[in-house]
C-alpha cells in the first residue's frame, strides 16, 4: 500500500514538472540576450571613447568627426547598446513623459573638476523616448567637422 502511493505521488509530480516547463523556459528567455557579444559600430573607437571619462583627456575632442559620422546609426538603437557603444553616460537626466537624457561631454570643462555639476563644456545629448530607444542626439553647441 505504501509503494502504491509513493509511485502515485512520483507519476503526479513528473505530470506537474511537464506542465511548469513552459513556464521556465519562458523565464529563461529574456536571460539569453545577455550572452551575446556587445554592440558596436565598424569604424568607430567605443574604447577610446569609454576612457576618455568626461572628456576631460581630449580624446573625445579628437574624434568628434567620427562620432559625428556614426550619430545616425545611433537612433533607434535601445539603451544597452548605447551603453556598449558610448559607455556609461558621463551624467543623466530624466525628462517629461518617460524619457530619459545621456549626456557625453566632448571636451574639459568645469566637471573635470566638480564632478556633480553639470558643465558648459560642449556635449552630446542622447535623448531616449519612452520605449527606451534613440530619438534624438543634439550638441550644447554646434560642432566643426570637416568632411573627408
Excluded: H
Excluded at 571619462?53 to 556614426?70: H, L, P, V
Excluded at 530619459?100 to 542622447?126: D, H, M, P, T
Amino acid at each position: 500500500m505504501y509503494q502504491t502511493a509513493l509511485s502515485c505521488n512520483f507519476g503526479t509530480t513528473i505530470i506537474r514538472m511537464k506542465k511548469l516547463l513552459p513556464f521556465v523556459f519562458l523565464l529563461a528567455v529574456p536571460f539569453l540576450p545577455s550572452c551575446s557579444e556587445p554592440a558596436s559600430i565598424p569604424g568607430f573607437d567605443s574604447e577610446t571613447w569609454q576612457q576618455d571619462k568626461k572628456g576631460c583627456q581630449g580624446n573625445r575632442f579628437a574624434m568628434t568627426a567620427e562620432f559625428d559620422a556614426i550619430r545616425k546609426e545611433l537612433y533607434g538603437k535601445p539603451e544597452n547598446e548605447v551603453k556598449d557603444i558610448l559607455g556609461k553616460p558621463d551624467a543623466e537626466q530624466l525628462m517629461s513623459r518617460g524619457q530619459r537624457l545621456f549626456i557625453y561631454y566632448l571636451e574639459a570643462g568645469s566637471q573635470c573638476e566638480k564632478r556633480n555639476q553639470l558643465s558648459n563644456a560642449n556635449r552630446a545629448e542622447v535623448r531616449f523616448n519612452a520605449l527606451n530607444k534613440v530619438s534624438e542626439i543634439t550638441y550644447l553647441r554646434p560642432i566643426q567637422t570637416t568632411k573627408k
